[in-house]
């Protein structure tokens, strides 16, 4: 696990070689260069899906979101889910988890508790973690 840069170097070989990307291998370089502290090239490989005229999905965007979040840009990655929403799609219980989870590191448990309600009335089911979440801020904000 944890061979990004072969992916990396694949995704360059296939374009060589004449090989079409779709919005999958594209999800999936994004998804590559989070650990290697790479966001930015994440949100330029979206800018090619957009280009491609491939329609981003919510993995793409949950991928992205993520990134920012590992990278300590938790801030960041609501004004991306804001815009996501925006856009239309619905996220999944993980991009709100990952987002939740980067907010409680740096203390953000207002804003984190705000994403918590709105997961909680949009038709996104919970997972433990944000249950734990959830129990944390009731504790905290009485």
């Known amino acids: 696990m944890g061979h990004y840069e072969t992916v990396i170097t694949l995704s360059k070989q296939m374009e060589l070689a004449g090989i079409s990307h779709n919005v999958y291998t594209l999800s999936i370089l994004i998804n590559c260069f989070s650990p290697l502290n790479h966001v930015d090239l994440g949100f330029s490989v979206l800018s090619k899906i957009i280009k491609l005229g491939f329609q981003p999905d919510t993995v793409t965007f949950s991928t992205l979101i993520n990134g920012l979040r590992t990278v300590g840009k938790a801030a960041q990655a609501v004004e991306v889910l804001n815009e996501f929403v925006a856009r239309g799609y619905q996220p999944h ?8 989870k980067g907010l409680c590191k740096i203390g953000e448990t207002t804003v984190a508790s705000g994403l918590l309600k709105k997961m909680e009335e949009g038709n996104c089911f919970r997972n433990s973690l944000s249950k734990g979440c959830s129990l944390i801020f009731r504790c905290t904000l009485q």
Do not use: C, K, P
């Open 93 to 100: 219980v993980h991009t709100y988890t990952a987002i939740i």
